[in-house]
């Protein structure tokens, strides 16, 4: 059998299956692109509990997939957020479970200075409604620190100018704690060496600061923005110790500056506002010094003039002594004599005084206590009087109402004999065997249940005749069937003892 040119055309073509074209396409896209750098805007962030993020790209024409893993988040340096325009490094691939290409992004940067500014901007309205830049969370800075702690890069010209300055001013003792002050490690290095002067021990073998200055010297935005970040303002804010931000040129303005306690314009003028200038407080003190001698030998040349003064006004002290004693022994002779005729006075009033007899006194106070019985007495027989009338008048009432309520129990029991009387001379006028008394039966079915019409009946239906002096039962010999309407029935005359009432069938 012959094949044409097409059939053998399409014969030739390999045949691939679908994982097999999936990753050579996968092969192909990683080869032509092993690391690109794309700019766009993010859209669509979603971060699932693995940790990782996935999100698009975006311009005004097309729409690329991105995804960064759970250990490179950290190392961005950038919270991915909507709306954001990046730089983003990484390498594209294919993910063969959904046909679509996408980058694996290792490395992104804000694109462009205005994007920065929006997001300091951003993160400055939202750690301020935090209160981290409260003015009164801010501490005054001590007045002379015995150690300060500098957080700066060791080898920069940074901590030369800070060092400088401090020793011409008042030479101090200065903890260093090295750090990057630029570059992804930054920020983290920066709080963590705040953090760990404040979790130094105030008496442990490193000494603990009095004041922190972080520093570092001039640079573009993107330079300075580890000290934007959000874990370094949160530190500085936290600090348990004095902070002085010292970031940049007095141009250049950082978040740590509004979470500080003093910002200054730049590391040197940090330094100053440290330590005070020890020249001026050598001659400051050489001034309150003489000032105080001055003070003192004023006040005691007026002391001793005023001593002067007073002591020309007093007179001889031998002659006061003696004055004083003269006037002691006129006092102990007058205090003798006052002594003898106070002895001698008491005792012509012991003489004049009469003492009472014992006996006398106890005669007193028994016819006190034979009145106060005879008083007790006649109060008792008072209150028995009372009593007994009290009583008897009590056992009067008791017996009226004894009376009364014998009479109401009488008057009580009539009534309810005449109600219960007439209740069942009532009763039996609605009974029906006053009805069947008077010359009427009641009919009821082999159920007992009573017959109301005819039609209930039909023809062998035993039933119950109830007349006023006895009951008999009966039995229907014809009917109508369906409860069609019947003749009536023709009176058939009884005996004549039988009575005048007409059948009630």
Not at 4 to 27: D, Q, Y
Not at 305 to 328: F, K
Not at 343 to 371: F, M, N, Y
Not at 413 to 439: A, D, I, P, W
């Amino acid at each position: 059998m012959e094949m044409t040119a097409s059939e053998v055309a399409v014969s030739n073509i390999p045949e691939f299956s679908v994982s097999e074209l999936s990753f050579a396409l996968k092969r192909q896209l990683e080869g032509a692109f092993p690391r690109v750098r794309v700019r766009g805007e993010i859209s669509q962030p979603v971060f699932p509990r693995s940790g990782h993020a996935y999100f698009r790209l975006k311009d005004e024409n097309a729409v690329l997939d991105g995804v960064c893993w759970k250990g490179t988040l950290p190392r961005l340096g950038i919270r991915i957020e909507e709306g954001m325009e990046v730089i983003a490094t990484g390498k594209i691939t294919t993910y063969p479970g959904s046909s679509r290409y996408q980058i694996i992004i290792d490395r992104m940067e804000l694109a462009g200075e205005g994007a920065l500014l929006k997001l300091l901007e951003d993160r400055r309205k939202k750690l301020a409604a935090e209160g981290l830049f409260a003015q009164e969370r801010k501490r005054p800075l001590p007045f002379l620190p015995e150690v300060i702690g500098v957080v700066t890069s060791p080898s920069g010209a940074v901590i030369r100018d800070i060092l400088h300055r401090l020793a011409d001013r008042f030479p101090s003792r200065v903890l260093v704690w090295p750090v990057s002050v630029q570059g992804d490690k930054a920020a983290g290095e920066v709080a963590a060496a705040i953090a760990g002067f404040n979790r130094l021990p105030v008496d442990g073998p490193v000494p603990r600061p009095g004041v922190l200055i972080v520093a570092r010297g001039g640079g573009s935005l993107e330079d300075l923005w580890a000290f934007n970040e959000e874990i370094v303002v949160r530190a500085a804010a936290a600090s348990a110790i004095p902070l002085i931000s010292a970031v940049g040129h007095e141009t250049d303005t950082t978040l740590i500056d509004f979470a500080s306690d003093r910002r200054a314009p730049t590391p040197t003028a940090a330094a100053e506002m440290a330590v005070p200038v020890r020249a001026d407080l050598l001659a400051q003190t050489l001034d309150f010094g003489k000032r105080t001698i001055a003070c003192m030998t004023r006040a005691l040349r007026e002391a001793s003039t005023e001593l002067a003064g007073l002591a020309r006004g007093l007179g001889d002290p031998l002659r006061l002594i003696e004055d004083r004693q003269q006037r002691v022994d006129v006092s102990g002779e007058r205090l003798a004599l006052a002594t003898r005729a106070l002895v001698d006075r008491r005792g012509h009033e012991l003489e004049r005084a009469r003492l009472t007899s014992p006996v006398a006194v106890i005669s007193a106070k028994a016819q006190l206590l034979v009145s106060e019985a005879r008083a007790l007495d006649g109060a008792m027989r008072r209150f028995k009087s009372e009593a007994l009338q009290k009583y008897a008048r009590a056992f009067d009432r008791l017996d009226q109402y004894g009376l009364r309520l014998q009479r109401h129990s009488s008057d009580l029991l009539q009534h309810g004999e005449r109600q219960v009387e007439q209740t069942g001379k009532l009763l039996e006028s609605y009974s029906f065997h006053s009805v069947l008394n008077r010359g009427f039966a009641l009919v009821r079915d082999q159920d007992g249940q009573p017959v109301l019409a005819a039609e209930a009946l039909r023809a062998g239906d035993t039933i119950g005749i109830e007349f006023g002096d006895g009951e008999v039962r009966a039995r229907v010999s014809d009917g109508i069937a369906g409860g069609a309407s019947r003749p009536a029935a023709q009176p058939r005359k009884r005996d004549a003892g039988g009575g005048n009432q007409g059948s009630l069938l």
